[in-house]
Structure formats: structure tokens, C-alpha cells
């Protein structure tokens, strides 16, 4: 067996007393293979250094990988080698309290024992290194097929720790199950958040009444009065810019570099695609840009034509394409410094300017090759960073600065004197005139109708409106990104992830919100159509799925990590990073309760079905157990579960209220009797059978499947049972959400699997109706809510999808089109489309425009 990789074996589990020579067996061979791996990591650390001076310092990044891979393989033997001693010398106190007693324990037999001891010594050999999904059969020891009797055990290896799960009564032969994906699916509803501290020019305003923006992987139109959304979901990771063709129709959106969950590269592009059908026209790049795509911008001048991308790349390469065809047709590297922003004159497409960390560059395209000309500040103070830039009316460029100067700029024939070194030639661009803006940054530049503009200051936090010769009429305070305008109305994204709407007449109201760093705490209302999030910005935040809204939100001095409603949805309690937990009235949002428990952050907080009890799992490894009292505003500690080796990871109580089955981050499960005073279940035999009122814990018999091959313990974050016990929804590492059939217990079990996050997927959970399931995100700060569909419900879908598809678009979109077809299916794939009577009726509902349009 190699490491790393699931694997499960059989083995029979009789009553009977536990052989202790067995047990004492396993203990020696452990000890000894401790002492054999701590030889071998003395003897690779010895050889070390010879194997780093024997290279080139050319190949330092090599030597250090490698010595990294070396040092988490001793890592992992060590952790695997303590949680089997731990478990073998649980079997010895086990076997001395159960001595001369006849007991329906599990009997461990020598075939067992080495079974367990030829694992740790197979990963003592191998180094315990994770292995990609992408390892396959290869990397998996194949169990024997074997007919399942009652009382039988499945053994599951995660980076070589054996987890032994019991095989409920109710299944007579496990060998034949078989695995289906579920009926129901997912379908996006709703998106909430917004990516504002950390990019630039991304809000903008469509004719249709929607404004555009993005988060993690999806870009958002959201219709501002009727309150609604649309989602363009072809982008593979993150998306990082925007821009708006000159038609309004047409919309650019680049996105990151990433990886898949096979460790393969997913390469950084740019989509154009139509707002009004949300149909891709070209993909733009692939394989052509580095790391990703930072800036992007729309000539002007000849009606959009082409295409302008800055990527990320350490030269930060400047191609032109054609907007049209997807064909490059230029390319320069611009500078080895940040750039920031991008843009076409809109009078001339041969002349393109581009800013970021100390420089503004005056670009000409002639003839396929790029001419350079930096910006000369002469006698003005060198700012670090050119934010952003535009063009006013009478051709002048003007820049906002880090040191809250507008500068305009001109273009004039060089003046040594008056320029310094450098300006040769002529027309040298030069700052005419400078206008002090604001304290701190100048973070955006609007332009507005008759050469009005409107400036963003971040340090100060105003948006000041200025005339067309740069005198300053109005001003209102607020926290500022960017800000776009139309007939008056001004959009604000903000550097808080929120967009606000409004006027300097009638201030501005909060359209979207979101959290502004990484979350894990999620929990859905017991009756109520509301959830409870709370992450690393300190913001607890109460938001409803039926309004699409946040209720309330509020600051804590911690950050929380956990949270958890109690049953009479009148409380939440929220587990913070210190050890601290508060308990919150939804109404009132005051502290009604608080305790500290240790020191360490804690990782679950679960109320007993009936809300007797609140149980607080910790890092410190301890699960805390609180008696709950007066509708859920009076706690008392009421015992301790103290038997874990590792921190507590998740856990569930059984429908009865006295049972907990409990997780670690050594990949334990352990069951505990509440109701006897917290006490550790050493036959985990007996819970084989047991009704648990969630299912949240990650390693479990009945979840056993959502488990890919090659995945180690930490690939999935969290994962939740719907309500109705039909469906599982899975959050994993890789971006992605899953659905499995519940029960599933058998590896390599089907899924349906949901893009849209653009990192970890850190936490699931159902709403109280089973009627939508919210996803949160790590460090994309993004908030998904998903519809649940079940036959019906989707032939229904699709029949709206079909109906609006063959709606008539926006005037002038459809001959913005690259090509008849979409390019988002392939031609191959029309036909496997087409492989039943219904599904060629909808193909042809949704796609006969196409085909109508190319003849």
C-alpha cells in the first residue's frame, strides 16, 4: 500500500475478548519501527549537506523542494507511528479492563495486527508523501472482494492511517452496493460579495439596468431595482479584471492562473462574451499569458475592435488582439514593476497608455511593433504608484497619484532645462498642471458628462466631484475602490468587498456586502430562512436567502471560526480563535453569554437536538460539554471528553441527544456516551447502528465515498447531510462543491460537482427546508447560495432557460457574434447532445437562433 492513498480491506469482527498478544505485538513493532524511521531521518539529515553542495547554485529551488518533500515524509512517518501506538495502547487498557469478562467487542486477531503493523512499516518505508488524485490504481493496494457479514468491518488508509468503520446491520452485503449520484442537483441562485480591497476597475454600469462586477470565478449581473441576478460561469479560477465593450453588449473578463485537483496547470485567458445571452464569444490567450491577466481595456476609436491585456508575468507583457478573430496582433514587454491600469486614447488605437508603480507609459503601435515613451515629472515629486488614469475632453491625460495628486498631462516638445536628462525628442509627455485631491491615494478617476470627473481618496475616504477645470464642487465621505456613473446615479465599490448606490444629494445605500477575509464559520437557522457566517475579518454576519440581503453584522474581538444555532432559533453561539465563545441574541445582537475554553482556537460548535446540551470541540483536543438552559442563555460546564490525540476537527450528536460521534486532525473517529457523564465508547462496535440527528463528520462509514483516490485527510473541509438524509453536499480543497447520494459508503462514489468559488471551499450547509445549500469560500471572501433541484424541478429550469434563450436579445448583439455557434460547446458535443428525443427539443429551443443566423 502506498501512502497517501485511501484504501479499505475487510476483515471480520466476531465477539470475543481482544487477544493481548496481538496488542502487545503491534506495540513492539511500532517501537521498533519509531526507532528504525528516527535512524533513517538521522542518516537523511546527515547526507544532506553533501547532497546540497554536490549541485549547481542554479539548482538551489531543486535541492530545497526535495529536502521540503524529505522533511514532510519524516513528518508524516512520525504522525502515523504515534496514532497507532495511541491506538494499540487503547487495545492494552481495553483488554486489561475487560479481562476475564466475555464481552461483544471486536476482536482484534494477529491477521489484523499485521495487517495494521505491515501498513505502518509500508509507510515508514515510503515517507508518507500525499499523492495527487491523478495517482490512480498505481498508487492503491487493491482489497480482495469479499462477501460482507453482519458485524464485518471496512478498513479505510489515509496517508497511511488505518480507519476502521463497522458495516450497519441493515446491510447484508456491502459488496454489492451500488453507488449512483444523486437525482437531485444544484443550481446557482445567488452570489454574495463583491472583490473590492484588492482589485481596480471592476464595477460597471449596463444599459440593461444590471451592474456588472465579479468574485472568486463568477461575474455578476446584478439588475439593481428588480433586485435579481444573472452569472457568467465559464472562468476556470479567479477573476481578476473587467471591461466593457463600447457596444454595452459585449463584456472582457481575464482571470488567474490555477491548478486542478490533479496538480495540472489551469491556464490564465480572457473570455468575451455577451452580457445578453451570457454566451462566450472568444477565448483570448490561452497559453499565451503568465500567472494571469491583470488589466484589460476595449479600443474606442474603431468601435472596439481590439483588445489591450497586461498580464502578470514578471515583464508584465502588453499584447493587442483582435477582438473579433482571438488573434494577437502585438506584443511588447512593458516593464518589470506593477501595472495597474491600461487603456486605448479614445481618439487614436495606435496610442495606448499604461501606470502602476512609479511610471506612466505613452505607447504607439505602428506596423505591428511597439514605440515607448515614459511620462517626465521633471520638477514634480516622483510618486511610488500612478493608480489610475483617464482621458478628459480635450485630450489631456490625467493621472491620480499615491500622493493624492491629479496630474495632468500634455503632450509638448521637450525641454531639457525645465525636464531634465532624459526628455529627448519630440513630443515628450509632460505634466502640465498638478492638483492636490486628497489625503492619501487617489484610488479612481470617473469621467462625467460636459469633462466633469469624480476622484476616489482611499486614506481619506472621499469622493469628491471636480468641474472641468479641476475646481472641486461636492464631496461626500465613503470608502472607495472605484466608482462608475450613469444619468446621475453613481456606483461605489468599496476596498470593504461592498457596492453602494447612491447620490451626493441623497447618500448612498448598500447594494452588495460581503467579508473582507477568509471564513469558516457557517450555519443555517433552525426554522428560518437566514444563515450566520463569520470569518478572519472579526465580522459575524446574519444574512437572509430569501431577500438576498444582509439582516445585520457586527465586530468581535476575535475572529470567529465556528458557529452553530441553538434549536429554538432564538440564540447562535460563535466559536472564536482565542478559546473564547459567545453566545448572541438574533434580535438584539448582544452577548448574552460567554466562556473561555483553553487557549486554543475552537473548530465546532453543535447544539443536542433538543438544546440540552452544547458541545465545544477544541484544538486543544478536548470536547467541551455545556448544559443549556433557559431557551438557550444559560450554560454550565457539564463534563469534558478528553481521549482524542489530535485536534477536534467536527462532530455530530445522535438523534436521542446522548451520543456524540466525534473527528480529529489524525483522522480518529470516537464515539462518546454524553448521558453516562462524557464517557469514551472503547467498542465502537456498538455505534455501528446509531441514528445521528446531523451528519457533518468528514470520516464516517456513511460518507466513506466522498473520498477521491489520493486524497489525504485534509483534501475535504467540511461536509453536511441534508435534512431529508437523501443527499450529501461535500466542500473540498480544490474549489469545488459536490453532491453524493446519502448513504455513500463506497470509495470512488459519483458526485455531481458545482464550480464558482475561486479557493478552498471552507464550509457547507442546508437550509432548514432542504431548499437551498450555502457554500462560503477561504480567501475568495464569496458567499454561494445554490437552489436544490430535484426531476421536476430541473425539467422546469431548463424549459424557463429554453423560453428566455429564444427571447430576442439586446438591439445590435447578435452581430457582435464571432461565429454561428457558440464557442462554449464544441461540435462534438451537439451530437452527443442529441442522443434522446427531449434533449434534441431543447438543444433546439436553446440554439435554433444560431442556427438560424448562420445560414
Same mark, same amino acid.
Given at each position: 500500500m502506498t501512502s497517501g492513498s485511501p484504501h479499505i480491506s475487510h476483515h471480520s469482527t466476531g465477539g470475543g475478548i481482544l487477544h493481548p498478544h496481538s496488542d502487545r505485538c503491534l506495540t513492539t513493532s511500532l517501537a521498533q519501527n519509531l526507532v528504525l524511521t528516527n535512524k533513517c531521518c538521522s542518516s537523511s539529515r546527515g547526507s544532506s549537506p553533501d547532497d546540497m553542495s554536490a549541485g549547481s547554485s542554479a539548482e538551489f529551488p531543486d535541492r530545497a523542494s526535495l529536502m521540503e518533500v524529505r522533511l514532510q515524509a519524516q513528518e508524516d512517518e512520525i504522525t502515523l507511528l504515534?496514532?497507532?501506538?495511541?491506538?494499540?495502547?487503547?487495545?492494552?487498557?481495553?483488554?486489561?479492563?475487560?479481562?476475564?469478562?466475555?464481552?461483544?467487542?471486536? $476482536?482484534?486477531?494477529?491477521?489484523?495486527?499485521?495487517?495494521?503493523?505491515?501498513?505502518?512499516?509500508?509507510?515508514?518505508? =515510503?515517507?508518507?508523501? %500525499?499523492?495527487? $488524485? #491523478?495517482? #490512480?490504481?498505481?498508487?492503491?493496494?487493491?482489497?480482495?472482494?469479499c462477501v460482507c457479514a453482519p458485524g464485518q468491518s471496512i478498513k479505510m488508509f489515509i496517508r497511511g492511517r488505518p480507519i476502521t468503520m463497522y458495516v450497519p446491520s441493515n446491510i447484508q452485503n456491502y459488496e454489492e452496493l451500488k453507488m449512483e449520484p444523486p437525482s437531485q442537483r444544484l443550481e446557482l441562485d445567488w452570489v454574495y460579495g463583491y472583490r473590492g480591497r484588492d482589485c481596480r476597475a471592476n464595477l460597471y454600469f449596463l444599459p440593461t439596468g444590471e451592474a456588472v462586477y465579479f468574485i472568486a470565478c463568477v461575474v455578476v449581473l446584478y439588475h439593481i431595482n428588480s433586485r435579481t441576478q444573472r452569472h457568467y460561469r465559464r472562468h476556470t479560477d479567479c477573476v481578476r479584471c473587467l471591461t466593457v465593450h463600447p457596444d454595452k453588449v459585449r463584456v472582457a473578463s481575464g482571470q488567474m492562473a490555477g491548478v486542478d485537483k490533479d496538480g495540472k496547470p489551469l491556464q490564465p485567458c480572457v473570455h468575451i462574451w455577451d452580457s445578453s445571452t451570457l454566451v462566450t464569444l472568444q477565448q483570448i490567450g490561452l497559453g499565451a499569458f503568465q500567472r494571469g491577466v491583470g488589466s484589460v481595456a476595449f479600443s474606442v476609436a474603431d468601435s472596439g475592435a481590439f483588445l489591450c491585456v497586461i498580464d502578470d508575468s514578471n515583464e508584465h507583457m502588453l499584447s493587442v488582439w483582435d477582438a473579433t478573430k482571438g488573434t494577437k496582433h502585438a506584443e511588447v514587454k512593458s516593464t518589470n514593476e506593477a501595472v495597474f491600469a491600461v487603456e486605448f486614447n479614445p481618439d487614436d488605437s495606435s496610442n495606448i497608455i499604461t501606470c502602476g508603480k512609479s511610471h506612466v507609459y505613452f505607447w504607439t503601435l505602428s506596423a505591428g511593433q511597439f514605440t515607448k515613451k515614459q511620462g517626465i515629472f521633471g520638477k514634480y515629486k516622483k510618486p511610488k504608484f500612478i493608480q489610475c488614469f483617464i482621458f478628459s475632453l480635450t485630450g489631456d491625460v490625467l493621472t491620480g497619484d499615491s500622493e493624492g495628486n491629479i496630474l495632468t498631462w500634455g503632450k509638448s516638445a521637450a525641454d531639457i532645462k525645465t525636464l531634465g536628462k532624459g526628455a529627448k525628442g519630440q513630443g515628450t509627455f509632460q505634466i502640465m498642471r498638478q492638483t492636490k485631491a486628497h489625503e492619501g491615494s487617489v484610488f479612481t478617476l470617473c469621467p462625467l458628462q460636459g469633462g466633469a470627473l469624480l476622484s476616489g481618496g482611499g486614506k481619506d475616504r472621499k469622493i469628491i466631484r471636480w468641474s472641468a477645470?479641476?475646481?472641486?464642487?461636492?464631496?461626500?465621505?465613503?470608502?472607495?475602490?472605484?466608482?462608475?456613473?450613469?444619468?446621475g446615479e453613481l456606483l461605489v465599490g468599496t476596498t470593504r468587498n461592498a457596492i453602494l448606490r447612491g447620490s451626493f444629494s441623497d447618500g448612498f445605500v448598500a447594494i452588495v456586502q460581503g467579508h473582507v477575509d477568509e471564513m469558516w464559520g457557517l450555519s443555517t437557522h433552525p426554522s428560518q430562512n437566514i444563515f450566520l457566517t463569520c470569518g478572519h475579518d472579526r465580522q459575524v454576519c446574519l444574512w437572509n436567502t430569501e431577500e438576498h440581503k444582509l439582516d445585520w453584522s457586527l465586530i468581535l474581538e476575535e475572529y470567529g471560526l465556528c458557529a452553530d444555532f441553538c434549536p429554538n432559533g432564538s440564540v447562535v453561539s460563535v466559536g472564536l480563535s482565542t478559546g473564547r465563545w459567545v453566545v448572541l441574541d438574533l434580535l438584539t445582537k448582544e452577548v448574552v453569554s460567554e466562556f473561555t475554553d483553553g487557549n486554543e482556537q475552537l473548530s465546532v460548535m453543535r447544539y443536542s437536538p433538543d438544546g440540552s446540551f452544547l458541545a465545544v470541540g477544541s484544538h486543544d483536543n478536548f470536547i467541551y460539554i455545556y448544559s443549556v438552559t433557559e431557551s438557550g442563555r444559560r450554560y454550565s460546564r457539564f463534563g469534558r471528553c478528553n481521549g482524542h490525540s489530535s485536534f477536534i476537527t467536527h462532530l455530530d450528536w445522535s438523534k436521542d441527544g446522548k451520543y456524540i460521534m466525534s473527528n480529529s486532525g489524525d483522522y480518529e473517529i470516537l464515539y462518546w456516551d454524553i448521558a453516562s457523564g462524557c464517557k469514551l465508547l472503547r467498542n465502537r462496535f456498538e =455505534?455501528?447502528?446509531?441514528?445521528?440527528?446531523?451528519?457533518?463528520?468528514?470520516?464516517?462509514?456513511?460518507?466513506?465515498?466522498?473520498?477521491?483516490?489520493?486524497?489525504?485527510?485534509?483534501?475535504?473541509?467540511?461536509?453536511?447531510?441534508?435534512?431529508?438524509?437523501?443527499?450529501?453536499?461535500?466542500?473540498?480543497?480544490?474549489?469545488?462543491?459536490?453532491?453524493?447520494?446519502?448513504?455513500?459508503? %463506497?470509495?470512488?462514489?459519483?458526485?455531481?460537482?458545482?464550480?464558482?468559488?475561486?479557493?478552498?471551499?471552507?464550509?457547507?450547509?442546508?437550509?432548514?427546508?432542504?431548499?437551498?445549500?450555502?457554500?462560503?469560500?477561504?480567501?475568495?471572501?464569496?458567499?454561494?447560495?445554490?437552489?436544490?433541484?430535484?426531476?421536476?424541478?430541473?425539467?422546469?429550469?431548463?424549459?424557463?432557460?429554453?423560453?428566455? $434563450?429564444?427571447?430576442?436579445?439586446?438591439?445590435?448583439?447578435?452581430?457582435?457574434?464571432? =461565429?454561428p455557434l457558440p464557442v462554449d460547446i464544441p461540435m462534438s458535443h451537439y451530437f452527443l447532445f442529441t442522443t434522446n428525443q427531449d434533449s434534441f427539443l431543447l438543444f433546439f429551443l436553446i440554439y435554433s437562433e444560431y442556427f438560424v443566423s448562420s445560414v
Open positions: 504515534k496514532s497507532s501506538l495511541a491506538d494499540a495502547l487503547r487495545r492494552l487498557r481495553l483488554h486489561d479492563q475487560l479481562d476475564g469478562r466475555s464481552a461483544s467487542t471486536p $476482536s482484534v486477531n494477529p491477521s489484523a495486527a499485521r495487517v495494521l503493523n505491515q501498513a505502518c512499516c509500508s509507510d515508514a518505508c =515510503s515517507g508518507g508523501r %500525499k499523492l495527487s $488524485s #491523478g495517482s #490512480g490504481p498505481d498508487g492503491i493496494r487493491q482489497s480482495s472482494r477645470d479641476l475646481a472641486p464642487e461636492r464631496e461626500c465621505e465613503v470608502c472607495v475602490r472605484c466608482v462608475c456613473a450613469s444619468d =455505534s455501528k447502528d446509531r441514528e445521528w440527528a446531523s451528519y457533518t463528520c468528514v470520516l464516517g462509514f456513511h460518507v466513506m465515498g466522498v473520498w477521491l483516490e489520493g486524497s489525504d485527510g485534509t483534501d475535504i473541509n467540511a461536509l453536511c447531510r441534508s435534512h431529508s438524509e437523501r443527499v450529501v453536499a461535500v466542500a473540498d480543497d480544490f474549489c469545488k462543491v459536490h453532491l453524493f447520494q446519502y448513504p455513500c459508503p %463506497k470509495l470512488k462514489a459519483p458526485s455531481h460537482r458545482y464550480d464558482g468559488h475561486g479557493s478552498h471551499v471552507t464550509n457547507v450547509c442546508f437550509t432548514h427546508s432542504d431548499s437551498h445549500l450555502l457554500s462560503i469560500g477561504g480567501k475568495d471572501t464569496c458567499i454561494l447560495q445554490w437552489r436544490v433541484l430535484d426531476s421536476r424541478e430541473r425539467l422546469a429550469s431548463a424549459s424557463a432557460s429554453a423560453s428566455s $434563450s429564444t427571447s430576442s436579445p439586446e438591439p445590435g448583439a447578435s452581430r457582435h457574434r464571432a =461565429s
